[in-house]
């Protein structure tokens, strides 16, 4: 990070190789169907680029990072409920689940579907970054009992969903 | 450890560095298992396009200048507190100090301090928010609500509040001073917290908006000598109740403009 501060030629690729499979994760898990997280990955970069200079040398880089991600995806978030709020749906289109995605990893979108916003993005980022839970609460400008109380909530919620059976299609369901 | 103190620890350290004694239990608890095991799944469900990455790191590497980064959190407080103390001297005894020079040296300690303590816990908490990670104790829009209610019940505490002619008057006189100086403070307070990078513009408007308002508050305590506890809250106080909410708004809209 100080030498993509410092101009260094080989510095932005060396960042984007290294941040861009996590981040992502990030937003993918959010949610966002693989177009719009590519779209988020993108202006994450931008905003990056642009606050390069509000990065301290010596402070960690993940929380710097994930708090300009976390604020994307909630502008990205406002911007689409705006737009949505003057539109008329029209019959949403299934999007189509990757072939090459494994078993597993459906299974954790749909679980994390089921979270709240908040609680999704805590356990996405203790898990998908591997950030400790002070490091999650500086990036989602909050505080370190707040972020544990949602890690605690989804987690509780996690195994319930975890111990309630797949229950079956029913008529009533199909309707 | 039982299944609720594995929820903790798994809150407290994340699924990737779970004590030994919370992987124990869940060794031998399924429903346990079963949570670890999902948190564990699905390693990438979107692998990176290499032509994607290469894109980004090509427009990043373009006409890519050399930037200076922020100097520490502490200086730009500091700037904060020392901007908001010289204007607040330079107007209130500009104007004349005809309040302080009336006051009770209690009075005065009663007035003075609280608001000195409510410009240095905004100066830390808007220079914090001009780089993204900085720690927050306090969410600053709460932080903000804090120092407005505590503020009015000292201000209602020390001062009586009693009835008196043309009230509205008088009161507008001040406002409109304090309104006035909080402009310029907040102005000032403005161009140096842009030299951040402010993620939430909202709330870094109102803290910016309320230790500008606060300026002229002060101001009016050194000026104004007219202790009545209810010409204080409306011609004093509610400069910074108004710099707070002008802060925000304009923070909002600044916000929604800004380019996607």
């Known amino acids: ?175 | 450890v039982t299944c609720r103190e594995f929820n903790l620890l798994l809150a407290e350290h994340g699924p990737a560095s779970l004590p030994a004694d919370a992987r124990a239990h869940a060794a031998s608890c399924a429903a346990c298992a079963r949570l670890l095991s999902a948190l564990g799944a699905a390693e990438d469900p979107a692998p990176l396009d290499p032509a994607l990455a290469a894109g980004i790191a090509g427009r990043l590497a373009t006409g890519l200048q050399p930037v200076r980064p922020l100097p520490p959190a502490g200086y730009f407080a500091a700037a904060f507190v020392l901007l908001f103390a010289a204007l607040a001297a330079v107007i209130g005894f500009g104007l004349g100090d005809h309040a302080l020079v009336k006051m009770t040296p209690q009075a005065a300690a009663e007035t003075f301090a609280p608001l000195g303590s409510a410009a240095i816990l905004l100066a830390l908490a808007l220079s914090a928010a001009m780089a993204p990670a900085a720690p927050q104790h306090t969410p600053p829009l709460r932080l903000a609500a804090t120092i407005l209610l505590v503020l009015a019940f000292v201000f209602v505490a020390a001062f009586p509040v009693h009835a008196e002619p043309a009230f509205w008057l008088r009161a507008w006189r001040c406002l409109r001073i304090a309104l006035a100086a909080g402009a310029l403070s907040s102005l000032l307070i403005w161009l140096i917290a842009r030299r951040g990078a402010i993620l939430a513009p909202s709330s870094a408007g109102a803290l910016a908006g309320l230790l500008g308002g606060l300026t002229g508050t002060t101001a009016l305590q050194i000026h104004c000598p007219n202790f009545n506890g209810a010409h204080i809250l409306a011609g004093h106080w509610a400069a910074a109740l108004a710099g707070a909410a002008i802060g925000w708004l304009t923070g909002r809209i600044a916000a929604r403009r800004a380019p996607a």
């Open chain 1, 1 to 175: 990070m100080r030498l993509y501060q410092q101009a260094d030629p080989a510095a932005p690729a060396a960042l984007v190789a290294l941040l861009s499979p996590p981040l992502l994760r990030f937003f993918r898990f959010n949610a966002a169907s693989r177009e719009q997280a590519e779209d988020l990955l993108q202006e994450t970069w931008l905003k990056i680029h642009r606050m390069r200079h509000s990065y301290r040398p010596g402070e960690r880089v993940l929380p710097w990072v994930y708090a300009i991600a976390h604020h994307v995806r909630i502008d990205s978030y406002r911007r689409t409920r705006r737009i949505a709020a003057h539109e008329t749906a029209l019959d949403p289109v299934p999007e189509p689940a990757s072939p090459s995605d494994p078993a597993g990893s459906l299974q954790f979108e749909s679980l994390m579907a089921a979270l709240p916003e908040a609680q999704r993005e805590v356990v996405i980022m203790l898990k998908a970054t591997g950030m400790t839970v002070d490091e999650v609460a500086r990036a989602t400008s909050s505080t370190i009992g707040a972020v544990k109380l949602k890690a605690h909530r989804a987690y509780e919620r996690l195994r319930e969903l975890l111990e309630t059976p797949p229950r079956p299609k029913s008529t009533e369901d199909a309707r």
